[in-house]
Nanobody, 114 residues
Framework: VQLQASGGGLVQTGGSLRLSCAASGMIVSINTMGWYRQAPGRQREWVASITRVGSTGYAGSVKGRFTISRDNAKNTVSLQMNSLKPEDTGVYYC?????????WGQGTLVTVSS
């Protein structure tokens, strides 16, 4: 499975960004897809995930501001990020889980200026 993320950029506090991730390869085996992020000097942390049937989960720090969605026909997962804060700054990684392994995208940088 290969994951290609896009949509990062620079935005002011309170602004919005939409990240997208396209999967290719053994996509029929993908169950859960999601997003992680890594801020400078910090460990990578889970942000949100969605299963093949649409069950979602969010980290407490983003709940109510971020929305994850998935298009199984197009093999994509998106993350709509609203009311962005400087602490949302980091590299966002797309992630997928199959029955046998998990996969990471290359990351896309999100910078929220104060």
């Amino acid at each position: 499975v290969q994951l290609q993320a896009s949509g990062g950029g620079l935005v002011q506090t309170g602004g919005s960004l939409r990240l997208s991730c396209a999967a290719s390869g053994m996509i029929v085996s993908i169950n859960t897809m999601g997003w992680y992020r890594q801020a400078p000097g910090r460990q990578r942390e889970w942000v949100a995930s969605i299963t093949r049937v649409g069950s979602t989960g969010y980290a407490g720090s983003v709940k109510g501001r971020f929305t994850i969605s998935r298009d199984n026909a197009k093999n994509t997962v998106s993350l709509q990020m609203n009311s962005l804060k400087p602490e949302d700054t980091g590299v966002y990684y797309c992630h997928s889980i199959t029955l046998t392994s998990d996969y990471w995208g290359q990351g896309t940088l999100v910078t929220v200026s104060s």
